[in-house]
């Protein structure tokens, strides 16, 4: 237990120190840690806090998430199907598909993007939420 709480921490580090945006409808610290071997996947750190993130979508890139840590529910497709997670756990998300997450104990996930979310060239997001209040935020993308 005390290995996962000093991860949560380590992430919680890296949020404060290199994260990536918060959005009007939520804070989503996502650490993009750069692509893998060519240019067509990236992998990146997300820290989840307790709470309900709401339903975006990657039109171009499918997703793999494995949990490191924490425990709740991805919400996937436009029925928000509850897909539980907790340390250990893979979930995939097709390009296109909406998701999001119900998080009852905080921790962190990798994922692998099939396409990096922000271009290396344009450094433009494909992320868009579900509800149209929900506005994404073209921020500047701190890479390691």
Request: with cysteine; hydrophobic share 35%.
């Amino acid at each position: 237990m005390k290995k996962v709480y000093g991860f949560i921490r380590f992430c919680k580090h890296l949020w404060r120190n290199y994260f990536l945006a918060s959005t009007s409808c939520d804070e989503f610290p996502v650490i993009e840690m750069g692509q893998y071997g060519n240019e067509h996947g990236a992998y990146s750190l997300v820290y989840l806090k307790k709470g309900v993130f709401p339903q975006h979508i990657h039109d171009k890139s499918h997703a793999k998430f494995y949990f490191v840590s924490g425990k709740g529910f991805v919400t996937v497709g436009s029925n928000e199907e509850k897909v539980p997670f907790k340390k250990n756990y893979f979930v995939n998300v097709p390009a296109g598909t909406a998701h999001g997450f119900i998080v009852e104990e905080e921790g962190c996930f990798m994922v692998w993007q099939s396409r990096p979310i922000t271009d290396p060239i344009t450094h433009k997001r494909d992320v868009h939420y579900v509800d149209p209040n929900c506005v994404t935020l073209d921020t500047e993308v701190q890479n390691w």
